[in-house]
Protein backbone atom coordinates (compact mmCIF):
# COMPACT_ATOMS: atom_id res chain seq x y z
CA UNK A 1 0.00 0.00 0.00
CA UNK A 2 1.26 3.61 -0.93
CA UNK A 3 1.79 5.62 2.15
CA UNK A 4 -0.84 8.49 0.91
CA UNK A 5 -3.20 5.60 0.48
CA UNK A 6 -3.01 4.01 4.07
CA UNK A 7 -2.94 7.91 5.35
CA UNK A 8 -6.18 8.61 3.56
CA UNK A 9 -7.99 5.03 4.43
CA UNK A 10 -7.23 5.31 8.11
CA UNK A 11 -8.60 9.13 8.64
CA UNK A 12 -11.99 7.65 7.14
CA UNK A 13 -11.69 4.75 9.50
CA UNK A 14 -11.14 7.16 12.07
CA UNK A 15 -13.69 9.51 11.10
CA UNK A 16 -16.36 6.66 10.27
CA UNK A 17 -15.85 5.64 14.07
CA UNK A 18 -16.06 8.86 15.64
CA UNK A 19 -19.65 9.45 13.44
CA UNK A 20 -20.79 6.25 14.74
CA UNK A 21 -19.40 7.00 18.77
CA UNK A 22 -21.69 10.60 18.15
CA UNK A 23 -24.53 8.35 16.90
CA UNK A 24 -25.03 6.27 19.78
CA UNK A 25 -24.42 9.11 22.71
CA UNK A 26 -26.93 11.26 20.55
CA UNK A 27 -29.38 8.16 20.44
CA UNK A 28 -29.10 7.38 24.56
CA UNK A 29 -31.49 8.42 26.83
CA UNK A 30 -30.50 10.88 29.41
CA UNK A 31 -30.77 7.69 32.20
CA UNK A 32 -28.42 5.61 30.24
CA UNK A 33 -25.79 8.11 30.37
CA UNK A 34 -26.23 9.39 33.48
CA UNK A 35 -25.91 5.42 35.11
CA UNK A 36 -22.45 4.73 33.56
CA UNK A 37 -21.54 7.44 34.31
CA UNK A 38 -21.94 7.93 38.07
CA UNK A 39 -19.91 6.29 39.95
CA UNK A 40 -21.69 2.95 40.75
CA UNK A 41 -20.30 1.26 37.87
CA UNK A 42 -17.53 -1.92 39.34
CA UNK A 43 -14.38 -0.49 39.48
CA UNK A 44 -11.42 -2.42 38.48
CA UNK A 45 -8.10 -3.00 40.56
CA UNK A 46 -6.28 -0.40 42.31
CA UNK A 47 -7.38 2.02 45.17
CA UNK A 48 -10.25 1.22 47.32
CA UNK A 49 -13.11 3.84 47.00
CA UNK A 50 -13.15 6.72 49.78
CA UNK A 51 -15.02 6.68 52.95
CA UNK A 52 -16.15 9.16 55.18
CA UNK A 53 -14.12 7.97 57.57
CA UNK A 54 -16.47 6.05 59.37
CA UNK A 55 -15.16 2.19 59.51
CA UNK A 56 -17.34 -0.02 57.63
CA UNK A 57 -18.37 -3.61 59.12
CA UNK A 58 -15.86 -4.76 56.41
CA UNK A 59 -13.09 -2.36 58.41
CA UNK A 60 -12.74 -4.02 61.40
CA UNK A 61 -10.32 -1.48 63.29
CA UNK A 62 -6.99 -3.11 64.08
CA UNK A 63 -5.00 -2.64 67.07
CA UNK A 64 -1.66 -0.07 66.30
CA UNK A 65 1.62 -0.87 67.54
CA UNK A 66 3.27 1.99 65.66
CA UNK A 67 2.89 5.43 66.10
CA UNK A 68 3.53 7.88 69.34
CA UNK A 69 4.03 7.25 72.71
CA UNK A 70 1.73 8.29 75.72
CA UNK A 71 3.13 10.79 77.18
CA UNK A 72 5.25 9.60 80.03
CA UNK A 73 6.11 11.12 83.46
CA UNK A 74 9.29 12.04 85.02
CA UNK A 75 7.86 9.40 87.37
CA UNK A 76 6.97 6.67 84.78
CA UNK A 77 10.28 7.39 83.63
CA UNK A 78 12.25 6.98 86.80
CA UNK A 79 9.83 3.42 87.30
CA UNK A 80 11.53 2.18 84.05
CA UNK A 81 15.22 3.35 85.08
CA UNK A 82 14.89 1.50 88.73
CA UNK A 83 14.35 -1.39 86.96
CA UNK A 84 16.84 -1.03 83.71
CA UNK A 85 19.01 -0.17 86.86
CA UNK A 86 17.90 -3.19 89.05
CA UNK A 87 18.13 -5.68 85.88
CA UNK A 88 21.86 -3.91 85.02
CA UNK A 89 23.22 -4.57 88.67
CA UNK A 90 22.73 -8.43 87.95
CA UNK A 91 24.97 -8.70 84.81
CA UNK A 92 28.45 -8.04 85.32
CA UNK A 93 29.16 -7.92 81.88
CA UNK A 94 26.41 -5.13 81.24
CA UNK A 95 23.46 -5.60 79.12
CA UNK A 96 22.88 -3.50 75.28
CA UNK A 97 19.71 -1.82 74.90
CA UNK A 98 18.04 -4.60 72.88
CA UNK A 99 18.55 -6.78 76.03
CA UNK A 100 17.12 -4.46 78.27
CA UNK A 101 14.31 -3.98 75.77
CA UNK A 102 13.77 -7.67 75.80
CA UNK A 103 14.57 -8.42 79.47
CA UNK A 104 11.67 -6.01 80.52
CA UNK A 105 9.44 -6.47 77.68
CA UNK A 106 9.74 -2.63 76.61
CA UNK A 107 8.43 -1.09 73.49
CA UNK A 108 11.93 -0.64 71.92
CA UNK A 109 10.56 3.31 72.05
CA UNK A 110 10.19 3.78 75.32
CA UNK A 111 14.40 3.10 75.56
CA UNK A 112 16.15 5.87 74.70
CA UNK A 113 14.73 8.38 76.68
CA UNK A 114 14.62 6.26 79.65
CA UNK A 115 18.64 5.21 79.04
CA UNK A 116 19.57 9.23 77.89
CA UNK A 117 18.02 9.40 82.22
CA UNK A 118 20.01 7.38 83.41
CA UNK A 119 23.01 8.40 81.91
CA UNK A 120 22.07 12.14 82.82
CA UNK A 121 21.45 10.92 86.88
CA UNK A 122 24.62 8.75 86.57
CA UNK A 123 22.94 5.87 87.25
CA UNK A 124 24.21 4.28 84.23
CA UNK A 125 27.67 3.81 82.35
CA UNK A 126 27.65 3.12 79.25
CA UNK A 127 30.82 2.07 76.84
CA UNK A 128 30.68 1.56 73.04
CA UNK A 129 28.92 3.17 70.00
CA UNK A 130 25.73 3.12 68.40
CA UNK A 131 24.10 -0.27 68.94
CA UNK A 132 27.37 -2.32 70.27
CA UNK A 133 27.05 -0.09 73.70
CA UNK A 134 27.08 -1.74 76.71
CA UNK A 135 24.93 -0.19 79.83
CA UNK A 136 26.84 -0.72 83.65
CA UNK A 137 25.05 0.21 86.57
CA UNK A 138 27.49 3.26 88.12
CA UNK A 139 28.99 3.14 91.58
Known amino acids: MPKSSLRSSLESLASNFAASVLDA???AS??????DSSGNARRGPGRP????????????????KSGRLARRSLADITKALDQVVSLVKTKKDGLRAEQIRAALKMQSKEMPRV?????????????GQ??????????
Open 49 to 64: PKTNGAPTASAAPRAR
Open 115 to 127: LQEGLAKKKLKSK
Open 25 to 27: IRG
Open 30 to 35: LEELLD
Open 130 to 139: KRATTYFAAG
